[in-house]
Nanobody, 122 residues
Framework: HVQLVESGGGSVQAGGSLRLSCTAS?????MGWFRQVPGKEREGIAS???????SYADSVKGRFTISRDNAKDTVYLQMNSLKPEDTAMCTC????????????????????WGQGTQVTVS
């Protein structure tokens, strides 16, 4: 059984920054960050392949940066210029390599999930 543990969430003012971390007991080709607010569907924020190829949602491009340290089975999400609309429960997940080699932002292909860390921007 694979476990993923997130950390780094918190409360910040608009314009501030947070760095989320997610350590997996065993990482996978694709690692992704997702967020969800009550009453809305889970949204993909960013994903990264094990060779470092990132994908971003349009809403976070230019503000968020995803990275990973394969030796530590850890993926990071640097969140800058945070906005109130970034407030959400953020969760990381791992998934298999898609045929294209570009990791999905849709949650469906991801098969193991962490518990999440809350990000609140006021």
């Amino acid at each position: 059984h694979v476990q993923l543990v997130e950390s780094g969430g918190g409360s910040v003012q608009a314009g501030g920054s947070l760095r989320l971390s997610c350590t997996a007991s065993r990482s996978s080709y694709c690692m992704g960050w997702f967020r969800q607010v009550p009453g809305k569907e889970r949204e993909g924020i960013a994903s990264i392949s094990d060779d470092g190829n990132p994908s971003y949602a349009d809403s976070v491009k230019g503000r968020f940066t995803i990275s990973r340290d394969n030796a530590k089975d850890t993926v990071y999400l640097q969140m800058n210029s945070l906005k109130p609309e970034d407030t959400a429960m953020c969760t990381c997940a791992r998934g298999p390599r898609p045929r294209s080699g570009v990791c999905y932002l849709e949650p469906g292909p991801y098969n193991f999930w962490g518990q999440g860390t809350q990000v609140t921007v006021s």
